[in-house]
């Protein structure tokens, strides 16, 4: 008996081990070893220019352009930058951010030279302006928030404040616009409930709970390299100070991962990030950048949707909670998100972002029964989830503009005919970059794009 046991168990390890990516990002607990064995060097400022064995003349051309970069920042954003280096000494998330803005060993040299201004003081459309006057487009939207340009999200944050303003910020109780957004959201998503948090994060932390407590198992399952938020189970690798026990990395796009599924009876839920189509596998490249350091970024959405559809059949037959986390893409792909965009529907859905309309979210959609936080037989048996600003009147009344506005003639037809428009414009705009020799090529999902350095540098 014990040795059929032992068997059974071996096999599982085994089939857990053949569904995780070869990769360090694959193997968390791995990643956090050789991460604390790295030692900590930096680069002088020949090494800064010659890392890569470049010929004289490559880095004496270099030098001299990082010079004339330097001397130009330092005129152009002056303002900018006084007051970014006053601040990072009292900011500590400035500190980190402008400390891993490069690679470490070119960080020393890049901070000393090269800063970067972290302040703005004015927004209209698609652009940003500095304390210097210098304006800006804004490639990224905020993280994602900004996907109908910033004087659309003014608008929604002041008319939402007027409409609330005779109740103010009393918290606790409801402002009626709560009940109004609750059942916009449950159209759009096909869900049955709907709960509200105050960021993505936190969303994505009460569907995996809710999960864990109807179906009385422990185990998560992420893709490798999807984001799914900052806290502890869902970033089981680098920047996690404690190890994870009840979370499974698996292979995005795998039958081996599939397999996995099938077979283990531990296991809760499933997170799926529908970004990760144009990089399975892979981390998506950073909000601040866009840049992919991979030099490719591709995506089929017919075998990706193929795919998803395999997860919910799978979750399906196993019990298993398959959740959407379309913080990022929500609104993004189609007015219903991902479920709309690849034809599955989820068991769970989380929102964000620009769902705010300019003010920070988080909501949960779900199926009636997985929805509930307790259980009628057992008064002491329930699911716990609360925050002190959940449903503020403020962003409830911003949120309530963003969802009436969808429906709007004017922003309804810019969901029509949406891959097209913004399949033609990246290859309108890769069509110019090959003409003017550059290696440098956009990649996109719908209006999700990310650019990709064809060749490493001379």
Known sequence: MSLAASTVGLKARLELSKA?????????????????????????????????????????????DFARLEDLYRKRFASTLRLTAEATELISDLQFTEAYRVPFQFSSHARQHLPVGAFLQSSSGVMTTDLDGNSFYDLTGSYGVNLFGYDFYKECIDRGIERVHELGPVLGSYHPLVADNAARLVRLSGMDE??????????VMQAVRLARYHTRRSQLVRFCGAYH???????????????????????????????VLRNRRDIACVLVNPVQIMHPNSAAPADSTLVDSTRQAHLDRAAYADWLKQLRAICTERGIVLIFDEVFVGFRL????????????????????????????????????????????????????????????YVMAAMNEFLRRLEEPAIAALYR???????????????????????????????????CYTRPSA
Request: aromatic content about 10%; some cysteine.
């Open 334 to 393: 189609a007015p219903g998100g991902a479920q709309e965009y690849f034809g599955v529907r989820a068991d769970l859905v989380t929102y964000g972002k620009t769902l705010g309309g300019g003010l920070p979210i988080g909501a949960v959609c779900g199926r009636k029964h997985l929805m509930k936080r307790f259980t009628e037989d057992r008064p002491a048996d329930i699911c716990f989830a609360r925050g002190t600003f959940n449903s503020h009147p």
């Open 417 to 451: 005919d949406l891959d097209e428009l913004w399949d033609g414009r990246a290859a309108e705009l890769n069509r110019r970059l090959r003409d003017a020799g550059l290696p440098v090529q956009v990649a996109n999902l719908s209006s999700i794009w990310t650019i």
């Open 20 to 64: 995780k990516h070869r990769s360090l990002a694959g193997h968390p607990r791995i990643a956090r070893f050789v991460a604390s064995l790295v030692p900590f060097y930096q680069y002088d400022e020949a090494r800064f220019f010659g890392s890569d064995a470049a010929p004289d003349d490559i880095v004496a051309q270099r030098r001299a």
């Open 194 to 203: 709907v709960s509200f948090h105050m960021s993505g994060t936190e969303a």
């Open 229 to 259: 938020g900052w806290w502890g189970d869902v970033q089981p690798g680098v920047g996690n100070p404690v190890p994870t026990h009840e979370t499974y990395t698996l292979k995005d796009m795998s039958e081996a991962s599939l397999r």
